[in-house]
């Protein structure tokens, strides 16, 4: 079958480094994308990895492991502002459709 | 920026009323999608569009329809709406008509929060 795990929620500190991760099981490969989403908001794309590797994007990172079917996020030097759900989401191969993981709660303190 | 534009953030409703949901985008996108996220369960996929005219059910579209006359609006239906469709309503688009542009992102809209009491 095809599933994408990831854990529910997780805790940090301002300034702290946090990683984010996410499993999946897919037939077929294209991809995987990290969104973010604040409460009661629309989820916004953050970032696209299709080959094996660490991409940058300023204070956020991911990295992709096709092989142990294996991203995760990386977040530095958190503010309360990145306290949202992070959702990994995988194109299922020969459709339009993607799976979505249930997403993983962070919560910034002080 | 890509524009996806849902026409209510907060819609109350009865049990048993036809509802409609507009979603616009504004990219040329083919691709729309409708989606339902709750609590513990994520998103899950109700409809998509990959053209006009033409729709595909998803994980859960019992109790839905969809509509898309025009490229750049895809509407959700809920025939005869009931509480166990309360939940928060998103629409995503994204471009490319041909697979596999699957590395273009889905963008979504604000989403509304429907209840049906």
């Known amino acids: 079958g095809q599933n994408i795990d990831q854990p529910t929620e997780m805790t940090a500190t301002e300034g702290a480094i946090v990683q984010i991760n996410c499993t999946y099981q897919?037939?077929?490969?294209?991809?995987l994308f990290w969104y973010q989403q604040h409460a009661g908001e629309a989820p916004t794309f953050l970032s696209y990895?299709?080959?094996?590797g660490l991409e940058e994007k300023g204070r956020f990172s991911s990295f992709l492991s096709r092989s142990k079917g294996y991203s995760y996020l990386l977040l530095k030097e958190l503010q309360m502002k990145d306290s949202a759900s992070y959702l990994c989401?995988?194109?299922?191969?020969?459709?339009?459709?993607?799976?979505f993981g249930t997403g993983t709660r962070l919560k910034v303190l002080a | 920026d890509v524009k996806v534009t849902q026409s209510s953030r907060y819609l109350v409703k009865r049990t048993g009323e036809k509802v409609f949901l507009e979603c616009v985008q504004d990219?040329?996108?083919?691709?729309m999608f409708w989606y339902r996220q709750d609590p513990g369960l994520g998103l899950r996929l109700i409809y998509f569009?990959?053209?006009?005219?033409?729709?595909e059910k998803g994980d859960i579209p019992e109790g839905y329809s969809v509509s898309r006359e025009k490229k750049e609006r895809f509407s959700l239906i809920l025939e005869s709406a009931s509480t166990n469709q309360t939940s928060m309503y998103l629409c995503?688009?994204?471009?490319?008509?041909?697979?596999?542009?699957?590395?273009?992102?889905?963008?979504f809209g604000d989403g509304t929060r429907l209840s049906i009491l």
């Open positions: 995503a688009s994204s471009p490319g008509r041909d697979f596999p542009n699957s590395n273009q992102p889905q963008h």
């Open positions: 897919t037939s077929g490969f294209n991809g």
């Open positions: 990895n299709v080959l094996d």
């Open positions: 989401a995988v194109p299922t191969s020969g459709t339009y459709k993607y799976i």
């Open positions: 990219m040329d996108h083919e691709n």
């Open positions: 569009s990959y053209d006009v005219k033409m729709k």
